[in-house]
């Protein structure tokens, strides 16, 4: 069955400081990921996916199919990141979501 | 920009109750789906909908619960008989192709 592992329940840092939120995936076929995010209040919202290999806020994510990994990069974060973040892969031809835990960013000035 | 909306924003129900969850998906597309997420657990998978049926479901969807496509605007969540571990954050999401887009959510509270 398959399975996202967000390992870490909340990470704090100053901003300006670099970001990695991890994720590992396990999925016997040909993985599809996303990350989302979730501002206050907000509802869930694609970042990115691994398919589009583009940068969306500062943000980075780069499928990693030997370590089973969609690690979320930002070099200098910004207060406004702040948010929840979701690991997501889609399997199967109805293409159903499975979600990690989620992470807390918490972007101090 | 076309958004999923999602009512009522807040429900609270009686255990024992039937509630229905309704959601309006963005209108060209053609697959719905329902997440919930439990206060502090994560976003999970309860079914998708596809050319008026499920085309799949998780076991948490027994048969307390039921989707319907009523016209060709909502998309409905039906749970028969509620139960206190009902208590939940319901997400809609309606997708295109793979990229799904959510709903703000509907907090059901059962007591």
């Known amino acids: 069955a398959q399975r996202v592992t967000q390992p870490e329940k909340l990470l704090s840092v100053f901003k300006g400081a670099p970001v990695e939120l991890k994720c590992n995936y396990s999925?016997?076929?040909?993985?599809?990921l996303f990350w989302y995010v979730q501002y206050s209040r907000q509802r869930l919202q694609l970042l990115l996916r691994h398919i589009s290999r583009e940068s969306i806020k500062g943000f980075t994510a780069d499928l990693n199919k030997g370590e089973t990994s969609f690690h979320l990069k930002k070099p200098f974060a910004q207060e406004e990141d702040s948010a929840m973040y979701y690991c997501?892969?889609?399997?199967?031809?109805?293409?159903?979501?499975?979600f990690g835990k989620g992470i807390t960013l918490s972007v101090r000035p | 920009e076309p958004e999923v909306t999602q009512t009522p924003s807040h429900q609270v129900t009686q255990m024992g109750q039937e509630v229905i969850l309704r959601c309006v998906p963005i209108?060209?597309?053609?697959?719905f789906y329902w997440y919930r997420q439990i206060l502090g657990q994560k976003v999970e998978f309860l079914v998708s909908?596809?050319?008026?049926?499920?085309?799949?479901k998780s076991e948490i969807f027994d048969d307390q619960f039921s989707v319907e496509r009523p016209d060709g605007s909502n998309f409905t969540l039906k749970i028969r008989s509620t139960k206190l571990e009902d208590s939940a954050m319901y997400f809609c999401?309606?997708?295109?192709?793979?990229?799904?887009?959510f709903g703000p959510g509907t907090r059901l509270t059962v007591l």
């Open positions: 909908f596809y050319n008026n049926e499920i085309s799949e």
């Open positions: 999401a309606s997708s295109e192709r793979t990229e799904q887009f």
């Open positions: 999925y016997s076929g040909s993985p599809e």
């Open positions: 997501a892969l889609l399997t199967g031809a109805n293409s159903k979501l499975t």
């Open positions: 209108s060209n597309h053609l697959y």
